[in-house]
């Protein structure tokens, strides 16, 4: 069936780091890609998408491709901020929307 | 369109009672879900429907949950003789189509003593 597998966390980064956290989708079809993001004590939003392959989803400075030859979403930032510490889940659109287990970002000053 | 709304957002109950969740989604989207959280986890899904069709049940979900969402618009969450289990936070989200964006309400956290 449709999965997303997402890399485990927690991770910490000092501000102005590189980030990546990775996805890999497993799909029938052409599914829809998603980060969502939860700040600490809000509900999820949605961070990013891209609908097709090789599409680029990209908001605040966050990143993800569409990679249809690797199953892949990857989420990147060139230059983290205090203010990106968050739980960030990979998501995709199946016969339902089937969301990873979360990567845990903590950025420190 | 005040986006997607839940309620109770907090309910404590005891062992045994019988528990209820409303979700309003947005107004134009035909699409609803209901999911489950706990601590350190990524939504479960539980279900989800297609206007006031339920298309699809996780069939991890017990006998005691029930969803309905009778006219196509709010949706409700029955938890029958609830399990310390239970407890968790409970997040409706509503979408318009089968690959759009899920929109998600604050959701409700359930509290099972």
């Known amino acids: 069936g449709d999965s997303v597998t997402q890399m485990e966390g927690p991770v910490t980064l000092s501000e102005e780091a590189c980030l990546t956290i990775?996805?890999?989708?497993?799909?029938?079809?052409?599914?829809?890609l998603f980060w969502y993001v939860q700040y600490p004590g809000e509900g999820l939003q949605l961070l990013l998408k891209?609908?097709?392959?090789?599409d680029k989803g990209s908001n605040k400075g966050f990143e993800a491709t569409y990679r249809k030859e690797t199953t892949s979403f990857h989420l990147e930032k060139g230059s983290v901020q205090v203010s990106d510490s968050a739980v960030y889940f990979c998501?995709?659109?199946?016969?339902?929307?089937?969301f990873g287990t979360g990567t845990s970002l903590t950025v420190i000053p | 369109d005040t986006g997607v709304s839940q309620d109770p957002r907090h309910k404590i109950t005891k062992r045994g009672q019988n528990v209820t969740f409303r979700c309003d989604p947005i107004?134009?989207?035909?699409?609803l879900y209901w999911y489950r959280q706990t601590l350190g986890q990524g939504p479960e899904f539980l279900t989800y429907?297609?206007?006031?069709?339920?298309?699809?049940k996780s069939r991890l979900l017990s006998d005691r949950f029930s969803a309905e969402r009778p006219k196509g618009s709010f949706s409700t969450l029955e938890i029958q003789r609830t399990e310390q289990g239970d407890s968790a936070m409970y997040l409706c989200?509503?979408?318009?189509?089968?690959?759009?964006?899920?929109?998600f309400g604050e959701g409700s956290r359930l509290t099972v003593l």
């Open positions: 998501a995709l659109t199946g016969n339902q929307f089937y």
């Open positions: 107004s134009e989207h035909n699409r």
């Open positions: 990775n996805c890999t989708y497993t799909a029938t079809g052409y599914p829809s």
């Open positions: 989200a509503s979408s318009l189509g089968a690959n759009g964006e899920l929109f």
């Open positions: 429907f297609q206007n006031e069709a339920q298309l699809e």
């Open positions: 891209a609908t097709k392959a090789d």
